[in-house]
């Protein structure tokens, strides 16, 4: 590693399956001047080490652009200075918001208007209502095959749609050819929606941190928001809330409830100078916290880090599937042209009929649904684990855990939702219902008794 490299990070929006950051870790990879690339899809990052001397950051990022992915600079996002950054994917628009999902729309109603121009206007006519269905749904595929030839990778999904639609239409098969492209579609879509699933379950882990915390001033408390709270800073955590730092407290005793973290079941009670974890609950009694670590640093910080380490550490499925998608699209061409070919001048076949064929096969050749289904179903489980307080370190561990067949915990009550909530209210000492709420209400506040 030289003394100029300089460790990067993005942000790639447009991800939906192994194929996608296959294609920008390999484009990326082949610039002067960078080493360690890993892409991760399901947390649609970008890092790498870069010589700047080199290649610049301007250049990474339009190679990953020209290839028809967003990319924005995590360095230079708000909060990153301070140590903010945030560590999971923004939150998803919705389908029909997305590039992919507005192509299926148009796709899909220029189908619908070429057949019905078909059936208002027989003859050949009608059939150019599906030959402007076909190139203008398929176009953008197009672009973005040729944005990866010119990058040197001539075999991927895109590549071969476009070869396929553009000899359908040489042989006549406009229909044929529009409707592909809609399915086509409607699978990338279907992908990505797929993938943004993935990527809520990781997203959600950043929701066990509370949104704000309670800080104290000279001049009283005050909200906040929990990703400016600053190390040696006093937070006042009142009980049933979340803790919104890691700390230790600096007044008050009480249990607390660490499930959501540790998966421990009890509420165990801690007291002055003893260290508490972001995303615990304080199940008693008002505490007040020194905050020892940044929100960057805090215990679901490093949770969510642990998660992304996992995703690069795949499965041997996932590994096999990876080497196994680099020769299936060169092969499935291949056999596309052997197809088209041989049995014609082999057998003197009629051309057009097994040209139609090898463009049949190039069309159900197209590998992302296989390549997509092992990272998202190891992603949604390592975050699904996680939110439940399972840490699981990789993929090999979640394919070694499905030949489990027994399962040993060492004592009950390990187990737990993690959300506690009042079931009755019992007076006792004299007191109606309504006077133990107002005490409780007056306690959960952190109100001093005032001396006679």
Do not use: H
């Not at 030289?2 to 460790?7: C, G, P, V």
């Not at 059936?119 to 176009?139: K, R, T």
């Not at 959501?260 to 916290?289: D, K, M, Q, Y």
Request: aromatic share 4%; glycine share 10%.
């Amino acid at each position: 590693m030289a003394d100029t490299d300089t460790l990067c990070e993005w942000s790639i929006s447009g991800m939906d399956c192994g194929s996608c950051a296959g294609k920008i870790r390999d484009a990326v990879g082949g610039l002067p001047g960078v080493s360690e690339v890993s892409v991760t899809t399901m947390n649609e990052r970008l890092r790498l080490r870069l010589d700047e001397t080199q290649t610049g950051r301007e250049r990474v990022e339009a190679v990953v652009r020209a290839l028809g992915f967003g990319i924005t600079d995590r360095d230079k996002a708000p909060g990153a200075a301070a140590g903010m950054r945030p560590a999971t994917p923004a939150l998803a628009p919705r389908w029909f918001q997305t590039a992919k999902g507005r192509l299926v729309i148009l796709t899909g109603l220029l189908l619908a208007a070429a057949w019905a121009l078909k059936l208002l206007v027989p003859g050949p006519l009608g059939g150019w209502g599906f030959v402007v269905a076909c190139v203008l749904g398929v176009a953008p595929v197009a672009q973005r095959a040729w944005a990866a030839l010119r990058l040197g990778q001539p075999f991927t999904i895109e590549s071969l749609m476009t070869l396929a639609a553009a000899g359908a239409l040489l042989i006549g098969a406009a229909e044929e050819a529009a409707l592909v492209v809609f399915l086509f579609a409607v699978g990338e879509l279907l992908e990505g929606v797929a993938a943004d699933r993935a990527r809520n379950g990781i997203r959600a882990l950043s929701d066990l941190v509370p949104r704000t915390a309670l800080l104290e001033t000279p001049a009283g408390t005050r909200e906040v928001a929990a990703e400016t709270l600053a190390i040696g800073q006093t937070v006042l955590v009142r009980p049933g809330d979340r803790i919104p730092a890691d700390g230790e407290i600096a007044e008050g005793t009480g249990g607390i409830d660490e499930s959501p973290v540790t998966g421990e079941s009890l509420p165990v009670t801690r007291g002055p100078g003893e260290s508490v974890f972001a995303g615990a609950i304080n199940a008693e009694s008002v505490l007040r916290i020194r905050v020892t670590r940044e929100a960057s640093d805090n215990t679901i910080a490093r949770i969510i880090r642990l998660v992304e380490e996992a995703e690069e550490a795949r499965a041997p499925t996932e590994r096999f599937i990876d080497r196994f998608s680099r020769w299936y699209m060169p092969l499935v061409v291949a056999l596309a042209v052997l197809v088209m070919v041989a049995p014609p001048l082999a057998t003197g076949a009629a051309w057009d009929e097994w040209i139609y064929r090898g463009l049949a096969l190039l069309l159900i050749g197209c590998p992302c649904a296989l390549v997509i289904s092992v990272p998202a179903a190891v992603a949604s489980a390592l975050a699904a684990g996680t939110r439940r307080g399972l840490l699981i370190k990789g993929g090999a561990v979640i394919e070694a855990a499905a030949g489990l067949r027994s399962v040993a915990f060492d004592k009950t009550g390990t187990l737990t939702r993690g959300r506690p909530e009042v079931t009755d209210v019992v007076a006792l000492a004299g007191l109606d219902e309504p006077g133990v709420l107002r005490l409780a209400a007056a306690v959960e506040a952190g109100y001093q008794p005032v001396s006679p």
